[in-house]
């Protein structure tokens, strides 16, 4: 395995910023991330420590040109239906538009998915007035295949309140212990969007994790379950779902045939970054894969002030993705 670069130093200082969505429109990288803000909450495992109204949008001319910030694109008061907790979100670009899509706590304090849109991948995004129907959870993530067909993955445990939604409808009385130990783990959350690419064309479904023998990857394996933060692309016809596992604090992968899934274990992405949350794209740009992530440097490992980052990947010959430690010399 060759040897890691240094990462680079993080994309903006001017503002904290996290779960960085990587995308190349118009020639440009153009980075989707969340804003941290801070307060003084406790961390009790919901996430309301993190303390996030806004979205603002970066881009680069090239890999190495400096990062720009185009200021904010949408703010939490334009959104009728949302209350808090605009936490990571995504975009894409169909039908001559650009789509924006995040998360945030509705007025009952439910996670819903909401939309936006706007004629430039810079924004401002003008919200839609309500969440798309249906959604549900955190870390909204859409990838358009070959054929122009678009999906959407969702899903995060614990403050994404995932558990809470297992028998069909939200149950705020679910405890985050559930599934637990031999049980299969939750998995990511998918849906065909139609092409409007403001609602979905059929009910989220949960994609179950295999293990590499066709087994169900257990609940109580937090080194290689889905937590959140689901990311897909794709790599020699073949769909990588990248995500977190959450406590574990590893960036892992799974691979399948089908955009829906299932997918198998593939393996590690990244080794654990300062602090507690990690959260990842990945993008081609010029030939070369990048692997955009987080970590809480800059704050000096607060981790509700976060900051993204970006760093090569490289793939080895059967398709598996070498495994990156973040800080290496």
């Given amino acids: 395995m060759e040897k890691n670069s240094k990462p680079k130093t993080p994309l903006v200082t001017h503002i904290y910023t996290a779960d960085p969505s990587a995308h190349v429109f118009e020639g440009k990288l153009y980075i989707y991330p969340s804003h ?78 909401g ?15 309500n969440y798309i129907p ?19 993955y969702v899903g ?16 705020p009385e679910a405890g985050t212990d559930s599934p637990s130990g ?21 009910p989220l479904k949960e994609s179950k994790m295999l293990d590499k ?13 889905f937590f959140e933060a689901p990311w897909v692309h794709k790599y020699n016809g073949k769909y990588y779902l990248s995500y977190s596992t959450g406590d574990t604090h590893f960036l892992c992968y799974a691979i399948s045939d089908s955009p829906k899934g299932p997918f198998t274990y593939g393996g590690r992405i990244l ?8 959260h990842q794209s990945i993008v081609e740009f010029k030939g070369k894969w990048y692997l955009f992530y987080h ?15 970006f760093r090569e990947i490289k793939y080895n010959d059967d398709g598996t993705i070498q495994t990156m430690k973040p800080y290496d010399d």
């Fill in 134 to 152: 249906g959604t549900f959870s955190i870390d909204p993530a859409v990838f358009i295949d070959d054929d122009g067909r678009a999906y959407m």
């Fill in 271 to 278: 080794e654990p970054v300062i602090g507690w949350t990690t």
């Fill in 36 to 113: 941290d803000l801070g307060n003084d909450k406790p961390d009790d495992g919901s996430g309301d420590h993190f303390k996030m109204e806004d979205y603002h949008v970066l881009s680069m001319d090239d890999i190495d040109a400096p990062c720009i910030d185009h200021g904010e694109a949408i703010h939490i008061k334009d959104v009728p239906w949302a209350s808090e907790q605009m936490w990571a979100p995504d975009a894409a670009y169909k039908n001559g538009k650009y789509y924006f899509y995040f998360p945030a706590k509705d007025k009952e304090g439910i996670f819903r998915i």
């Fill in 295 to 309: 970590d809480s440097s800059l704050s000096g490992g607060a981790t509700p002030l976060r900051c993204i980052m």
């Fill in 213 to 225: 023998d066709g087994s169900f990857i257990k609940a109580g394996d937090t080194d290689r379950r």
């Fill in 182 to 202: 031999d049980q299969p783990a939750l998995g990511v959350l998918i849906a065909e969007m139609n092409d409007d690419m403001l609602t979905l064309k059929e």
């Fill in 115 to 129: 939309a936006a849109t706007s004629d430039k991948p810079s924004g401002p995004f003008k919200p839609e007035p």
């Fill in 156 to 171: 995060g445990l614990w403050g994404g309140q995932l558990e809470k939604w297992q028998t069909g409808t939200f149950n």
